[in-house]
């Protein structure tokens, strides 16, 4: 039977914050794009949805476990009303609503600051008030996690424009799909000033939790899954960090790097058709030419899971899991590998089926450029292997592709390696981590961070 969040036999979304952790992942970056660094900056954040709701309940507890006083909740609207507090509403105090499952309106007003203040819709104008937030209040981040009021093209310019011709907030990560209408969500990205993360990047942590919860219904009785169910949902929850931090790292690398080019949703566009395009021909490839997923593509795919799963002796994931589902699993990985290391580019123009050609071409130099990797690391003869291994992981795996290419075509020794631009890695083995502090455009040296 499938298990998909069910409180018991499964991971319950809304109890575990499944979805809120990949927006904390891309409101971290997104600040850091903005030349904010979370963890040593005080900021401020203004939420639509409640502390009673899934999305921005969890976002409150993520981001205060995260950030502790650096964050400041300087607004926050739901249903009930609204609460606002130029100092940051109480910590303590909003998590108690988080806890009892309350809206804003319970809040207790004792626990406000001198210019703070608690409005219900119920009192005269309240509802006004609480629908329009985002459109008063200026501040660093805003997290649209709910409410009813769309915000359309009528909002664009007291949004835009509300703070002395800037944009009321630096970065947008949009949890709530239906509050921004589509004119006004391409408005958004388009504008220089503003990081818009779009809802299909920030909320994709839900869809694949509920993947892996599928995988843990087949591999795992009812019974095993109760057992294990503490560690594999911190495992859980720690791997949707990393793909969230994969695909954020990767589409606000892009964007800064490229002034006029594709805007945060338009990347995250082409990377999921990108994907989506190479993993359909690969799986198609494999049902042809191989009926089971083996060696290197085998622990491709066992790599992405969580390590309870991971674990498992082959036989049992084998003789459990439909192979029909291992290669699709490994289809995913490497194309994912693929796009989020050369970006969509680097399949522009090819046909269906030359996709899987290429994916696994470039997989298998991908294993010999990972081996070469560890021996660089682990090398006591180099004087920089730290700065020698990044170029290598960074730039290596398409060096090493159009040298096997240009060796095994005929003519090969008139040809050269490719010379067009690569794009980014990043991929967690582990990735390094961009210094975000610098505006688009400007030159970028990946730097450890902390």
Known sequence: ALITSKRQAGVNHKAFGVTSEGVAVFLDMGLRASNIDPTTQPFTVALTGGPDGDIAGNSIKILVRLYKNQVRFIGIADASGLGE??????????????????????????????????????????????????????????????????????????FLEGQGGLPRFKVLVECNNPFITATAREALAKHSDIVFVECHSATKCGVICSSYEVLASMVFSEEDFLKHKPYLVQQILERLRQLASREATFLLREYLLRRDGPTVAELSEQLSQGIDAVSASLYEYLVQHDPEVRGQLWARAVRELPPLLARQDETVLRTRVATDYWRWAAAKAVAADLLYHEGPSFITGLAHADLATLALRWAKADDVTQGLLEEVRTSGVISDTARLAEVLELAGTRGMLAADLRNSSPGSASRGASTSPRQTRITPRPPPEPEWGMQRGESMSPVPHS
Do not use: T
């Open 85 to 158: 507090d130029p100092e940051g509403l109480d910590h303590a105090e909003l998590l108690r609503l988080v806890a009892e499952q309350k809206p804003i309106a319970m809040f207790n007003k004792l626990k406000l600051g001198p210019k703070g203040r608690i409005i219900s819709v119920s009192e005269r104008g309240g509802r006004r008030l609480a629908n329009s937030l985002h459109l008063r209040l200026c501040g660093d981040a805003f997290i649209p996690a709910g409410g009813s009021r769309k915000f359309d093209v009528d909002s664009l310019e007291p």
